[in-house]
């Protein structure tokens, strides 16, 4: 298991960028995890934010409250087609890498055999993002938090995900982790005639790539599998041809936007997972 230093590591920001276009290049994870056997009767813990509770998808657990698990999130699709020995649902919408270490992780032992996770975007600050870039009536304010979220993802976002990622692996040292990326909320210069500004679509997609090569190269040094969602949601996103995407806009109930629907969760996330198990 990798120690981290305490003190935050600065990863260049062509370093992120040369992340993101190695893993265009080379269609890095763009299928299902591996499939290694110790899945076979094993446990599985679905820990993670908003992108891994489900919120988005409706049919939610009402005595998960604010956490907002959703029937319809690839966790509990997984388990249900899977049926592992056992079954954790700890994802919980809002939470940073901090929550996740600190409130979810009481399920993992040596005998979890898997463990799936989408974590850093609330660290990044991406919901005040989306909200200053959907209120704000001119580019700049939106480019400016943008980049502050940028500057998070380069100078501070890599020491948390280790932190993170070191205590799963303290804690389930036989499971298979896979860390699932975030898709890009748009399709640039696609069908939206309204809405955001294609500056600040661009700038968006462009920050959430930043936030992927950031995950990248954190769960590569934990020997973690990173998947790449980008090629399952492609051709589904926001300004999409499709004439229902599988991410949400600016929605009803607001916390819903910007947020995977169920399509997005049993056709975009979950075919991303194990097979088997």
């Not at 399920?107 to 850093?120: C, D």
């Not at 959430?208 to 599998?225: G, I, K, P, S």
Request: glycine share 10%; proline share 6%.
């Amino acid at each position: 298991m990798t120690t981290q230093d305490p003190t935050p590591r600065r990863v260049p920001r062509a370093a992120l960028l040369g992340a993101v276009i190695a893993l265009l290049l080379t269609g890095t994870a763009t299928t299902a995890a591996a499939e290694p056997d110790t899945l076979h009767g094993s446990g599985y813990v679905a820990l993670g934010d908003s992108y891994s509770s489900g919120l988005g998808a409706g049919s939610y657990d009402f005595g998960s409250g604010e956490c907002k698990r959703s029937a319809r999130a690839y966790p509990a699709l997984w388990a249900k087609a899977h049926s592992p020995k056992s079954f954790s649902f700890t994802a919980c919408s809002g939470a940073t890498t901090e929550d996740v270490r600190n409130g979810q992780l009481g399920p993992l032992s040596r005998q979890t055999g898997l463990v799936t996770l989408t974590a850093g975007a609330n660290d990044a600050g991406f919901a005040k993002v989306m909200q200053n870039c959907a209120v704000s009536p001119d580019d700049d304010s939106c480019i400016e938090r943008v980049n502050e979220s940028r500057a998070f993802i380069a100078d501070v976002l890599p020491d948390k995900l280790g932190k993170l990622y070191d205590e799963i692996g303290r804690r389930a040292p036989a499971a298979h982790v896979v860390v699932l990326g975030y898709p890009r909320l748009y399709k640039l210069n696609g069908s939206c005639r309204i809405g955001l500004s294609e500056r600040k679509r661009t700038a968006i997609d462009r920050a959430e790539d930043e936030l992927n090569a950031a995950t990248v190269q954190a769960a590569a040094r934990h020997r973690f599998a990173f998947v790449d969602a980008n090629p399952t949601f492609r051709g589904h996103e926001i300004c999409s041809a499709d004439p229902h995407p599988w991410l949400h806009s600016l929605t009803f109930p607001v916390e819903e936007s910007y947020h995977p629907t169920a399509d997005g969760q049993s056709r975009g996330y979950l075919p991303l997972l194990p097979s088997r198990g």
